[in-house]
């Protein structure tokens, strides 16, 4: 069955520190796609990243890297040296095309503070 | 710019009165998606259209309906609102399979309060 799992319901760092945030996921499927959204109060999902299931290279976006390992199944989100700013829900996503379309699988979300 | 619109992005409605939340979108998708989120959840698939194809989750309570009149619409009607039904409604769009489908652009959402 296709599952996605975020085993940390929520996280608290101090502001500076490096926080990750953990992804597992389960699928039958050799072609799919993962994502990373960012849910801040005001409740819009903000797109981070996406990446397909035949590259797994290592992503680095100023603070934000992303380590994708097929061998265990999961997609790691790091923030670097956090901000307050970076306070929010975040989820992983897995995508797949079931019936002609695609659809996602959401993980449960890591809310995560971080302190000033 | 902006891409997925959502109006209104608060609701306050009566029990049992009928209420409809829109979505519109200037990216031209074929596909729409509809999600309730309630707090601290992850969102959840309600139904979605591809183009004129409407597509219906298998546990969407039949209180939840949606239209879409046009490619850049998408309505959904909640036909008797219960108190459960209160929760962020999101509106999603993506481009058909095989040219880049996989991806969903969501709009800002928004919050129905059921009194």
């Known amino acids: 069955a296709q599952k996605v799992t975020q085993a940390q319901t929520e996280i608290s760092v101090v502001e500076k520190e490096d926080v990750t945030l953990d992804c597992v996921y389960e699928t039958r499927d050799t072609t799919y796609y993962l994502f990373w959204y960012k849910q801040p109060p005001s409740g819009e999902l903000v797109f981070l990243i996406r990446r397909n299931s035949f590259d797994e290279q290592n992503e680095i976006s100023g603070r934000y890297s992303w380590n994708f390992q097929k061998s265990t199944s999961s997609f790691n989100f790091t923030i670097t040296a956090s901000q307050v700013v970076d306070s929010a829900v975040y989820f992983c996503?897995?995508?797949?095309?079931?019936?002609?379309?695609?659809?996602?699988?959401f993980g449960t979300g890591t809310r995560l503070k971080v302190l000033a | 710019d902006a891409m997925v619109i959502q109006n209104p992005r608060y609701q306050v409605t009566q029990f049992g009165k009928p209420v409809t939340l829109s979505c519109s979108q200037t990216l031209n998708h074929n596909v729409m998606y509809w999600y309730q989120q309630k707090s601290s959840q992850a969102p959840k698939l309600l139904f979605h259209y591809y183009d004129k194809d409407f597509n219906n989750e298998a546990d969407t309570p039949d209180n939840f309906q949606s239209r879409r009149p046009n490619t850049s619409f998408c309505f959904l009607d909640i036909r008797s609102p219960g108190l459960g039904d209160a929760a962020m409604y999101l509106c999603?769009?993506?481009?058909?399979?095989?040219?880049?489908?996989?991806?969903?652009?969501f709009g800002p959402g928004t919050r129905l309060l059921v009194l």
């Open positions: 996503a897995l995508s797949e095309n079931r019936s002609g379309t695609y659809k996602y699988i």
């Open positions: 999603a769009t993506s481009r058909p399979p095989g040219v880049g489908g996989e991806t969903q652009y």
